[in-house]
């Protein structure tokens, strides 16, 4: 657990930091950008590209997780072979896109800017192909370079758009900048930064690309990886369907004149509750690969039961503390896109569901029934549709959020239930039902004096006094939550590097 938990700061600092610098880019876009519906666009084809992320590498991060820890198998031919495949199928995919531009940019609606799809194909092409670097370099425990790659390409990206949104129309009438730069372009500058960051990280892993050997690439291998893969590509298609399917058929549901408007709102609100996703991905990043590598250890599962009810006790306080102090995060997007911060909280319970189906799902994975996994997904993907068909156009994006939710709540529940009868992971439930029913009470409280505060001080000429009050008790509900976790399961002694100027104190 120290191990993991050291792994989780590295990686997560990487993600944290790196999630939350892209993060604030939000406001950027929903102040710079000229309307509501440029960040519908955004939104849409965003959503797009996570989808299309996850075809093209086609569950192969995972399977050579597998393979290269496998006492039979050399990492680095398992390595080559799955980075030549992925390569290779990026590079077409790559090809067609920019050859049917125009056809796939019509259908998606966007007919008067093709660029837009040739420049995101390129992007989706360069990041499924640095996948298998970066697994590979997380293979080899070197977080270090991990961390700096992904943060080299969101300080690029960053810069990029900081550069075309506020530096060049300032500039404008220089004339090496009014050569090229068109101020009416607006959102499609966001799609020049994205390609010329990816290009320069991909360029940065040149070192890991380049101990690639061809002569190491072996057919055998690559169906014994794509066999065990190909399952897990069923359950990633239907698990990132379930992340983005809202974003992705939105606009073909809302009845309205004003889709693009109404999914600009909803994508600037979902990025208020990010931060639950940073903590599940670099959550991730470091449990993965520990995982795989713990295997080997008969007494691992008691490692897997605590690693979960860790995630789960962390996970309610970044929900508790993000209801309590919504009001200043919302400050991160444009006042014209609060109307759609009712949907935080429960997009902060679907990354909690999403989490723990995460951690839950290893039990397939370790035992070879990788088909689980896709079952689960196809009938979350199943429950999200009908769901969204039937209410997106009664109830516009907040049945979009709640779909995902409940998705991830009965496929969580089912993997946790048939997970039981193949890998006995003894999951600590007294103590996990312990801390959601104490959540349950204090955001029942929380709320609670938000409605009593709001009906006292109706009247009030001082509109803040509500929400000043509800943030003080939220505050102290937040430190009661933390102050219960550091008594019972988290002894402030137990920290990674900190935790030895606790024990000096004692």
């Not at 689980?372 to 979350?380: C, E, K, M, R, V």
């Not at 994006?397 to 779909?403: D, E, N, R, T």
Request: proline residues 3%; charged residues 15%.
């Amino acid at each position: 657990m120290r191990s993991l938990a050291k792994d989780t700061v590295i990686y997560g600092a990487s993600s944290i930091i790196g999630k939350f610098l892209n993060w604030l880019l939000v406001p950027l876009y929903t102040y710079v950008l000229q309307q509501q519906s440029d960040y519908g666009i955004v939104t849409n084809l965003y959503a797009w590209t996570a989808l299309l992320l996850v075809i093209l590498t086609y569950g192969t991060e995972t399977g050579f997780f597998r393979f290269a820890n496998r006492d039979d198998q050399d990492a680095r031919q398992v390595y080559s072979t799955i980075l030549l495949c992925v390569g290779f199928t990026s590079l077409l995919f790559a090809v067609v896109c920019n050859i049917f531009d125009v056809q796939i940019a019509s259908a998606l609606g966007y007919a008067d800017h093709a660029e837009f799809i040739s420049m995101l194909a390129i992007v989706v092409a360069m990041d499924a192909f640095a996948c298998i670097p970066f697994a590979y370099l997380r293979y080899k425990k070197r977080p270090i370079r991990f961390a700096a790659l992904k943060l080299l390409f969101v300080f690029l990206n960053i810069l990029l758009n900081l550069f075309f949104f506020l530096v060049c129309p300032k500039i404008a009438d220089l004339s090496f900048i009014a050569s090229w730069y068109n101020p009416d372009y607006g959102v499609g500058y966001v799609f020049v930064a994205n390609i010329i960051a990816t290009t320069i990280q991909t360029l940065f892993l040149l070192p890991e690309i380049l101990e690639c050997r061809i002569r190491l690439f072996d057919f055998s291998l690559l169906r014994q990886v794509l066999s065990y893969s190909l399952p897990l590509l069923v359950l990633g298609v239907a698990g990132i369907m379930n992340q983005t399917l809202d974003r992705i058929i939105f606009p073909f549901l809302y009845t309205g004149d004003d889709a693009q408007t109404q999914l600009g709102i909803y994508g600037a609100c979902f990025k208020v509750a990010m931060v639950m996703m940073m903590f599940t991905q670099a959550f991730r990043y470091a449990y993965e690969p520990y995982v795989f590598s713990k295997h080997k250890d008969r007494q691992s599962v008691e490692a897997y039961a605590d690693a979960m009810k860790y995630y789960i006790i962390f996970s309610y306080l970044i929900l508790l503390g993000m209801v309590v102090y919504l009001d200043i995060l919302k400050f991160i997007i444009a006042p014209a896109y609060w109307s759609g911060l009712k949907i935080v909280p429960i997009v902060l319970w679907t990354y909690i569901f999403q989490g723990v189906y995460f951690n839950l799902s290893f039990w397939y994975k370790l035992t070879d029934r990788t088909r689980y996994g896709a079952y689960f997904s196809l009938l979350g993907l199943v429950i999200t549709f009908v769901l969204q068909v039937i209410f997106v156009p009664r109830i516009g994006y907040v049945a979009s959020a709640a779909s995902s939710t409940v998705c991830y709540f009965v496929i969580m529940l089912l993997s946790y239930f048939v997970g039981r009868r193949y890998l006995a992971v003894p999951y600590d439930m007294r103590s996990i039902g312990r801390y959601t029913l104490l959540l349950l009470v204090l955001l029942a409280a929380y709320y609670l004096t938000r409605y009593l505060t709001n009906r006292l001080f109706s009247q009030t000429e001082t509109p803040t006094y509500p929400m000043t009050i509800s943030m003080v008790v939220g505050t102290i509900l937040l430190i009661i939550y933390a102050a219960i976790v550091i008594r019972r399961d988290f002894p402030l002694t137990g920290l990674p590097v900190v935790g030895k100027y606790f024990k000096n104190r004692s």
